[in-house]
């Protein structure tokens, strides 16, 4: 994980001004920008279950006689629930770095997203075609198994991770 | 009533609830996995009776329930939990009931979705064009409980009858 320095870095006060200057400093402080900004971004990581995650449990065999080509035409709105996720988080972000850069929870969730990023680049590249091809009953390869296990695995990750984070909040002098 | 939150909050469970580090977070982690997977796999439900998936068998999605039960389950056990640690805190916001009004409809549409629409969808037929309808009822509401969800610790009125 990144170390934390005893004082704020220069590059992070930048950022950290760049929010105020650009407002959304301003607009997260208000009495309803930081609930709403969390309503977005939990609602994000429960389209991207409802989506992904679902997919991953048929691709795990825990759901069978559905047909995973199908299922995939959930996956595009999986992806604006990350989107969601992405832009409420950056807010987050972009509103309070000095709670967020150097906190242990959230840089472990970032790594998780990059794992469950490089996870789908990997299934696109190696099983998708062969799971498409699937009937509704026949069973999915290991590989494509052990994918949706890893995938469905960082998300849940990435809730816990999410959770935490105000646990973690980095101290600084 | 604030005798009860009094009492539930001098219980040993409730002292252990707050004051033990790890107790509420771990709480709060299954909560969250609880509700994705309820909320998720309702959604799940909602988008393909909207006609999204259209080639996967609707009466299939059946084989999700069973997450969704567990994280029914789950949710309810962490979130008495969470109650115990701080019963007025939820149980003096109306939010809180706004919470359970939306997520208990959602539910119930599921259970109706499933029972009404299933059976057509099985035998071949085209649904009813209510329920697209129902179905974006069903995905608001989710996303409605969600919402009063993240809202209680914003909108709180009482932490606690005893102090802390």
Known sequence: MMLQPSAPPGWLLDFGQWGVDVGIYDLMNTRWGWPIGESVHFTGLCMLMATVGMFDLRMMGLVRELSLSALHKLVPYGVFGWLLCVASGFLFVAAAPLEYIYNDAWQIKMVLMAIAGVNMVVFYMTTAKRVYALGPDEVVPLTARIIAVVSLSSWLGVITCGRVVTAFRPFWE | ?164
């Open chain 2, 1 to 164: 009533m604030m005798d009860v939150f009094r009492w539930i909050e001098q219980t040993p469970l409730s002292v252990f609830m707050r004051e033990d580090f790890y107790a509420y977070f771990v709480v709060l982690i299954f909560h969250a996995w609880a509700m994705a997977f309820l909320v998720g796999g309702g959604m799940a439900v909602s988008l393909r009776v909207m006609g999204v998936a259209a080639g996967a068998r609707l009466e299939k999605f059946a084989g999700f329930f069973p997450f969704m039960w567990i994280g029914a389950f789950m949710a309810i056990l962490s979130g008495l939990l969470l109650l115990v640690g701080y019963p007025a805190k939820a149980l003096t916001n109306w939010v809180f009931a706004l919470k359970f009004a939306c997520l208990g409809s959602a539910a119930l549409l599921v259970r109706y979705m499933a029972r009404t629409y299933f059976p057509i969808a099985a035998r071949n037929e085209p649904l009813p064009r209510s329920a697209r309808w129902i179905a974006c009822a069903c995905f608001l509401l989710w996303i409605a409980g969600v919402t009063a969800g993240k809202m209680l610790l914003h909108t709180y009125k009482i932490l606690m009858v005893t102090s802390p």
